[in-house]
C-alpha cells in the first residue's frame, strides 16, 4: 500500500513538473484587435496580390522596411501574395511603440510619481497607525506596442479591409512582440467577427 502512495505521489511531481516546464517555455501575447473587412460582394481577398506603399513619413525610415517583412509574413500565412507588378491592391502598414514605468501593482506611474512604491498610513485592522514604503527601484518598463494594416484597392482607391492589433507587457524583445502583432492584425482574415475581440498567441519565451 505504501509503495503504491509512492508512486501515485510520484506521478503526480512528475506531472506537475512537466507543466511548470511547458509552462515555462512559452508566453502568451494577449493582442486587442479590430478589423473591418469592407470589400464588395462577389470580390475574394484570398490569394490576392498586393504591394506596399509609404507615407512621405515613412520613407527614409529604416524600421518600416522592417515592418513590412514582418507583415508579409503574416499575410502570406493568410494566403495573400506579394507581386509588386501585378498587384490588385495597396497595403499601407503602421507601428508605433512606447515604454512607461508601471508600480509594483502593474499600474501606469503618472509623470513625476515615486518609483519607490506607495506610502501608506493605517490599515484595515484596528486604530493601529502604520508607515511603509515598497521599495522597488529600478522600476519595471511596460511596453505599449501597435499595428495596424490598410488595404487598398488600386483600381478604384477604396478601402477594402483594415486591422489594428495592439498589446500592452513587460516584453523587451520588440521584433518577435511586433512580428506576433501583425499576425494577430490578421486573425479571421478575410471575415473577420465586429468590434473589438482578444487574439491570444502563444510564442516561446
Not at 490588385?88 to 515615486?114: A, I, K, N
Request: charged share 15%.
Amino acid at each position: 500500500m505504501d509503495k503504491a502512495i509512492f508512486r501515485f505521489w510520484g506521478c503526480l511531481s512528475v506531472l506537475a513538473l512537466s507543466l511548470l516546464t511547458g509552462c515555462a517555455s512559452v508566453r502568451l501575447i494577449d493582442s486587442n484587435v479590430v478589423s473591418v473587412a469592407a470589400f464588395p460582394p462577389g470580390v475574394s481577398l484570398q490569394d490576392a496580390k498586393y504591394r506596399f506603399e509609404r507615407l512621405p513619413s515613412q520613407a527614409n525610415n529604416p524600421n518600416a522596411g522592417l515592418a513590412e517583412v514582418q507583415a508579409q509574413t503574416a499575410m502570406t500565412a493568410v494566403g495573400l501574395v506579394r507581386d509588386d507588378a501585378g498587384a490588385q491592391y495597396s497595403v499601407l502598414v503602421g507601428f508605433s511603440g512606447t515604454q512607461y514605468w508601471v508600480d509594483r501593482w502593474g499600474r501606469p506611474m503618472l509623470p513625476g510619481g515615486s518609483p519607490y512604491g506607495s506610502v501608506f498610513i493605517g490599515n484595515h485592522f484596528g486604530p493601529n497607525v502604520g508607515f511603509g514604503m515598497g521599495m522597488r527601484f529600478p522600476p519595471s518598463t511596460h511596453y505599449q506596442r501597435e499595428v495596424s494594416l490598410i488595404m487598398r484597392d488600386l483600381k478604384t482607391g477604396q478601402v477594402v479591409y483594415e486591422t489594428r492589433a495592439s498589446h500592452d507587457g513587460p516584453w523587451h524583445d520588440h521584433n518577435t512582440l511586433y512580428a506576433t502583432l501583425f499576425q494577430a492584425a490578421l486573425a479571421n482574415f478575410p471575415n473577420p467577427p465586429a468590434g473589438l475581440r482578444r487574439v491570444n498567441i502563444e510564442i516561446p519565451r
